[in-house]
C-alpha cells in the first residue's frame, strides 16, 4: 500500500525566514496531495493542495511544489510568523482509496 | 457554513466499556470518514462511510465499527475498551464520492483507564 515519509520531524526557524517541509509517497498513481496545519486542541486544517496534474500552488505565503517523476512534494511557507507554529501533515490520496498520512513536522517559529 | 462537529469533546472510560462518537458533518456533504491519531502512530484510516454505505475500511479490529445515518451523520463505536485505544478520533467529511478534499472536525479526546 501507499506509505508517506515527511521530514523533518521538527524544526525550528526565526520569525520571518522560510519553512520547508517535504515529503515522498510511493504509490505513482496518488493524484492528491493535500497539507494540514494542526494546532494544539485542534483538528487538522487544510491549508493547501494539489493535484498530480499541476506542478505548483501558491497562496499567499504558503506555496506546494509537486514532482511526480521523483514521487515528492514540499509545502513552502515564507516569512513566517508565530502562529504559523503548530504541527503540519502532508497526505496523498488515490481515488478509490483512502488518504494516507505522513507522521507530521512540528514546526516552531522563534520571535 | 458551519464546519465539522464532533460530540462529545473528551470522554473518560475504563478498560472493557464501550463508546459511541458522533460525527456531523458540513452541510451538503455526504462522505464521513474517521480517524484514529496518536503520538506514536500518527493519523491511522479508520473507515469511510458514504450514502451510510461503508465505503473503505483501515486496518483496525472488529471492536471497532461505525454507521452512517440518512442525514450524513455518522457514529463510531468501540466495544471492549483498550488503554491502547486512547487517542484522538477525528471525523472528516468531504462533498461526494471520489471528492477528494477532506475537512476535520475537532476530534473527540477518549482516555481509557
Known amino acids: 500500500g501507499e506509505n508517506v515519509e515527511q521530514h523533518p520531524s521538527t524544526l525550528s526557524v526565526q520569525e520571518g525566514d522560510s519553512a520547508v517541509i517535504k515529503c515522498t509517497y510511493s504509490?505513482?498513481?496518488?493524484?492528491?496531495f493535500p497539507w494540514y496545519k494542526q494546532e494544539l486542541g485542534k483538528g487538522p486544517q487544510l491549508i493547501i493542495d494539489?493535484?498530480?496534474?499541476?506542478g505548483e500552488k501558491k497562496d499567499q505565503r504558503i506555496a506546494v511544489t509537486l514532482n511526480k517523476t521523483a514521487k515528492h512534494f514540499s509545502l513552502h511557507i515564507t516569512e513566517t510568523q508565530p502562529e504559523d507554529s503548530a504541527v503540519y501533515f502532508c497526505?496523498?490520496?488515490?481515488?478509490?482509496?483512502?488518504?494516507?498520512f505522513g507522521p507530521g513536522t512540528r514546526l516552531s517559529v522563534l520571535p | 457554513k458551519a464546519g465539522v462537529t464532533q460530540t462529545p469533546r473528551y470522554l473518560i472510560k475504563t478498560r472493557g466499556q464501550q463508546v459511541t462518537l458522533s460525527c456531523s458533518p458540513i452541510?451538503?456533504?455526504?462522505?464521513v470518514s474517521w480517524y484514529q491519531q496518536t503520538p506514536g502512530q500518527g493519523l491511522q484510516f479508520l473507515f469511510e462511510?458514504?450514502?451510510?454505505?461503508?465505503?473503505n475500511k483501515g486496518n483496525f479490529p472488529g471492536r471497532f465499527s461505525g454507521r452512517q445515518f440518512s442525514n450524513s451523520r455518522s457514529e463510531m463505536n468501540v466495544s471492549t475498551l483498550e488503554l491502547g485505544d486512547s487517542a484522538l478520533y477525528l471525523c472528516?467529511?468531504?462533498?461526494?464520492?471520489?471528492?477528494?478534499?477532506?475537512?476535520f472536525g475537532p476530534g473527540t479526546r477518549l482516555t481509557v483507564l
Open positions: 462511510y458514504f450514502s451510510e454505505t461503508q465505503r
Open positions: 452541510s451538503g456533504h455526504r462522505s
Open positions: 497526505a496523498s490520496f488515490n481515488y478509490g482509496q483512502n488518504f494516507v
Open positions: 472528516a467529511s468531504s462533498p461526494g464520492l471520489d471528492t477528494d478534499t477532506q475537512y
Open positions: 504509490d505513482s498513481a496518488s493524484n492528491y
Open positions: 494539489i493535484r498530480s496534474n499541476v
